[in-house]
C-alpha cells in the first residue's frame, strides 16, 4: 500500500497567544520555517525579560535525519523575528529570506549579537524562492510596520497560505496597499489550508486607517507649549513618518531617544523608509541648546519595560532630558497584554509631575491597531478561498472568535481547526487531521545575563519575593556529627519573625543530625533543610527558601 504524501504544520508559538511566533511545515525529510519571534515576560517572572520558543521538538526532527530547507520571516516586530540571535546558534546553517526593511531589521538585531548577516532581502514581485521541495512567494499586506508580507507556500501536495498579522489599509501612509491580485491568484491555485491572524476577530468592523491619526497629532503639537514626548514601537516606521512631518509643519526639531528607536531609525533611513531633512534632527547631547517647545522627543519605552528610556526619563535618571508641567506625552501604542500594571504605573508618575499625558484609555485617535477585525479577516477568506482554516497570533477567546467568522462564511465545524502550540496538523491532498501533541517548555531569558533560565531557577525567585529565603551556615565536625557553630541568615521577613528564627533554628539543626562519623554530605545538607522547613512552616505557617550551607570542620 503506498502511503499518501503529506505535510505536517507544527507551531511552535503563536496559537493561544499573541508572541513567540514560529511555525514548522514538515514535508518529508524537510523543514520550512516561518518567523522565530519573542515572548515578553510578565510580572510574575522575576529577573526574566525574554521567552523564546522551545525548539527542542525542531532539534529531535534534526537528529532522525531531517534537514531545515529554509525560513521565511513575515515581517520585523520582535514577537516574530527577534529569537534569530538566540535559535540560530542552537540549528546549523540554512537560508533565511525576508523584504527588505525586514531583513534589514533582522540583521541589525544579529549584528548586534555577534552573528553575521544571515537574513536575504527579497523584493516584493521578485518570483518565487525555491527552498527543497518548497516553493515559497511574498506577497505585501499592511500592517503596522512597512514591509510586512504574507508567504504564499507551495508543496507536492498542494498549497498553504500563511497569514500572519495584517490588516487592510486601503490609506496607508506610504500609499503601499495590500497585493489584493495576488492574493486572488493564489486562491485560484487552490489552497489546502489558511492560516490567519486573529487578534481582532471580535472586533466588529473594519480597523482603522494610519492616516486617520495625523490630524490628533496636529491638534495636540500646535497647542503644546513644551516638549512633545511620543512614544510608539520602534519597528513602526510610518507612525515616524507620520510624527516628524508633523514637526516640521510646526517648525519643531526632532530627536530620537532610546537605543532601539535609533536602531530601527537608521535601517528604515539606509533603506529609504524614513525621512528627515537635513538639520532637522538633533542629538540628545544637543537639546540643551534649543527651547523645550521646539522639541519632539520619539522616545522608546511604550510597554513600561523597567530600563527603557521612557522609564528613565519619567524616573529623573537622564541628566539631558527633564519632563515639565508644560510637557505633553503620547503613548501611540496599545499594552501589549501583561504589560498593562508597568504601564499605568508609569502614566500615573507622569501624571504626578504635571505633564500632560495620553494613552489609549483616555482618548482616541492616537493609535490604530496593526490587525484587521472581522470584515478584514472574512475579506481575506473570501478573496483566498481555502479548503480549510486555522487562526493564529491571538488567544483562544480570539481563535474561537474567528471560527465564528468563518461559519458565517460557510465553513464547516471539520475544516476550522483550533490547535495548541505544539499540537501537529498532518495534511494530506484531501484531509486535516490533529497529529501527535509536542510537548513545550517555557523558555525563559534572563534580562541581565542574556541567558537561558530554567524553570526550577524561576520558581525559586518567586518563592524568595513571596516567602523570603533563610541561609543556615553549619560547621560541622565530620568525626561526631556535632554542630561546631551556625550562623542564621534571614532576609526578607519581619524583624520579630527573623530574631525568632535565628534562635530558634540552632536547636532544630542539632537536633536533625544523629551521632556518628559523617559518611554522607549531601544526606546532611537535607537533613538541616528538612529540619529547618518544617518547623518554619508548623510555627510561622510560611515556607521561605531554605539553604543550607554545611562547612566541615
Known amino acids: 500500500m503506498i502511503m499518501e504524501q503529506q505535510v505536517s504544520l507544527i507551531p511552535l508559538g503563536g496559537v493561544t497567544n499573541v508572541t513567540k511566533n514560529m511555525y514548522l511545515y514538515v514535508y518529508g525529510n524537510e523543514i520550512l520555517i516561518v518567523d522565530c519571534g519573542l515572548g515578553f515576560a510578565d510580572e510574575t517572572m522575576l529577573g526574566v525579560d525574554l521567552l523564546l520558543p522551545d525548539v527542542t521538538h525542531l532539534e529531535e526532527l534534526l537528529k532522525q535525519g531531517k534537514k531545515i530547507v529554509g525560513m521565511a520571516i513575515t515581517h520585523g516586530h520582535e514577537d516574530h523575528m527577534g529569537a534569530l540571535p538566540f535559535i540560530l546558534p542552537q540549528l546549523p546553517q540554512f537560508p533565511i529570506y525576508a523584504t527588505p526593511l525586514t531583513a534589514g531589521l533582522a540583521n541589525e538585531k544579529l549584528k548586534e549579537f555577534g552573528i553575521g548577516q544571515r537574513v536575504k532581502a527579497v523584493e516584493f514581485g521578485g518570483g518565487e524562492v525555491t527552498l527543497g521541495s518548497f516553493k515559497i512567494s511574498f506577497i505585501r499586506v499592511t500592517h503596522s510596520v512597512p514591509d510586512t508580507s504574507h508567504i504564499f507556500i507551495k508543496t507536492p501536495i498542494g498549497n498553504f497560505y500563511h497569514g500572519s498579522d495584517f490588516k487592510f489599509d486601503l490609506t496607508p501612509y506610504d500609499g503601499k496597499k495590500a497585493e489584493f491580485e495576488k492574493i486572488v491568484e493564489a486562491g485560484k491555485q487552490g489552497i489546502i489550508s489558511l492560516t490567519s491572524d486573529c487578534l481582532g476577530a471580535d472586533r466588529q468592523g473594519f480597523t482603522a486607517s494610519e492616516q486617520t491619526l ?18 510608539t514601537y520602534s519597528s513602526n516606521i510610518s507612525r515616524l513618518n507620520q510624527i516628524i512631518e508633523v514637526a516640521r509643519k510646526n517648525g519643531r526639531k526632532i530627536c530620537f531617544v532610546g537605543r532601539s528607536l535609533n536602531k530601527a531609525k537608521e535601517v528604515a533611513q539606509n533603506l529609504g523608509y524614513l ?26 519605552g511604550s510597554q513600561g519595560q523597567e530600563n527603557s528610556a521612557l522609564t528613565r526619563i519619567v524616573g529623573g535618571e537622564n541628566r539631558d532630558i527633564r519632563l515639565t508641567a508644560n510637557d505633553t506625552v503620547i503613548f501611540s501604542s496599545d499594552p501589549i497584554p501583561g504589560n498593562e500594571i508597568s504601564i499605568n504605573s508609569l502614566i500615573d508618575d507622569i501624571s504626578a509631575i504635571g ?26 477568506l473570501e478573496l483566498a478561498k481555502p479548503k480549510r482554516v486555522m487562526p493564529i497570533g491571538g488567544t483562544y477567546r480570539q481563535m474561537v472568535a474567528y471560527k465564528g467568522l468563518a461559519k458565517e462564511l460557510g465553513y464547516q465545524d471539520k475544516d476550522i481547526l483550533l490547535p495548541e502550540n505544539g499540537q501537529e496538523i ?35 525567585r518567586q518563592k524568595i519575593a513571596k516567602e523570603g529565603v533563610i541561609v543556615i551556615l553549619a560547621e560541622i565536625d565530620a568525626s561526631n556529627a556535632q554542630v561546631a557553630d551556625i550562623n542564621v541568615i534571614v532576609r526578607g521577613l519581619p524583624n520579630q519573625e527573623a530574631e525568632e528564627i535565628s534562635k530558634n533554628l540552632n536547636g532544630q539543626v542539632r537536633g536533625a543530625l544523629k551521632n556518628g562519623p559523617v559518611k554522607n554530605w549531601i544526606y546532611v545538607r537535607k537533613s538541616i533543610g528538612d529540619a529547618a522547613e518544617k518547623y518554619l512552616f508548623k510555627t510561622l505557617k510560611r515556607r521561605p527558601l531554605v539553604l543550607p550551607v554545611v562547612i566541615e570542620v
Do not use: P, W
Open 214 to 231: 495625523r490630524s490628533g497629532f496636529e491638534n495636540e503639537m500646535s497647542n503644546c507649549v513644551g516638549k512633545f514626548v511620543v512614544t
Open 275 to 300: 525621512k528627515i531633512d537635513k538639520g532637522m534632527e538633533v542629538f540628545v547631547d544637543q537639546l540643551k541648546n534649543y527651547k523645550d517647545q521646539q522639541l519632539v522627543l520619539i522616545v522608546a
Open 355 to 380: 505633564a500632560r499625558v495620553i494613552f489609549s484609555e483616555n482618548f482616541q485617535g492616537f493609535h490604530v491597531s496593526g490587525h484587521g477585525s472581522q470584515k478584514e479577516l472574512m475579506l481575506l
Open 426 to 460: 498532518v495534511y494530506t491532498q484531501n484531509s486535516a487531521n490533529f497529529g501527535k501533541r509536542i510537548k513545550l517548555k517555557n523558555v525563559y531569558v534572563d534580562e541581565v545575563s542574556g541567558e537561558e533560565v530554567e524553570g526550577f531557577v524561576l520558581r525559586d
